[in-house]
Structure formats: C-alpha cells, structure tokens
C-alpha cells in the first residue's frame, strides 16, 4: 500500500537547494509525529529530522542548519529543505509517520507508514 506521494528530489549542484514534500494518501498527518530519514546505498537508514504534532523539531547533530522539517495539515503534507547541498547529503531520503504524537527518536519501527524514497543527487 503506498502511503505517501513523494516529491522533489533530484539532481543539484553542491551548495544549491531542494525542498522534498510528501502528501499522505492513506491517513491524516494531524496528530502524529513525523519524520525524514535517509539512506546511502549499502547503509542502514539514517535519521534526518522529526517534527512532533505540536510542530517541536529535532535534527540529527551532524544535519543541524542546513534541514528545516515543517509540515502542513491543511495540505496533509511533509516537507523538507535543504541548503547548501554536499555530496555526502546524495542518498534516498523518505518520510514516515508514527501512529502516536510524540515522536520517538530514530528507531525506524516506530514509524509504520513510509513513502518510497526520493533520491538526491548532488554534483561537486
């Protein structure tokens, strides 16, 4: 079942910008916390950014200041931007949401809905 339409990714030049957006398809966003992570082929996924009901925000250390997670519920969206892009930011990024309104930190089970993947792309 797809629970989410992704968009947004794409292939930039390092230092340019994207914004990912996710709309759900199967669920309402409100109410629950949301989260981006993302993975490097051959790597485990790797936490990005969580955002609670209540819009409070979390950011993987080594991410903080170039990722802005917001989300939308007017629009039942997730988004994501990202500046000053690096080679090291390429990777497929997903969204996912939990089933509770406070967010849970990185473990990926506890977020039961999550989209495909989008993948990034960044040049040097």
């Known amino acids: 079942q797809v629970h989410w339409v992704e968009s947004g990714g794409g292939s930039v030049q390092a230092g340019g910008s994207l914004r990912l957006s996710c709309t759900a398809s199967?669920?309402?966003?409100?109410?629950?916390?949301m989260a981006w992570f993302r993975q490097i082929p051959g790597k485990e996924h790797e936490g990005v950014a969580l955002?609670?009901?209540?819009?409070?925000?979390a950011y993987a250390n080594s991410l903080k200041g170039r990722f802005t997670i917001s989300r939308d519920e007017s629009k039942n969206t997730l988004n994501l931007q990202i500046n000053n892009l690096k080679p090291e930011d390429a990777a497929l990024y997903y969204c996912?949401?939990?089933?509770?309104?406070?967010?849970?930190?990185?473990?990926?089970?506890?977020?039961?809905?999550w989209g495909q993947g989008t993948r990034v792309t960044v040049s040097s």
């Open positions: 955002i609670s009901n209540t819009a409070d925000t």
């Open positions: 996912a949401a939990a089933d509770l309104p406070y967010c849970g930190g990185w473990r990926t089970s506890y977020y039961p809905y």
């Open positions: 199967t669920f309402r966003t409100s109410g629950r916390c």
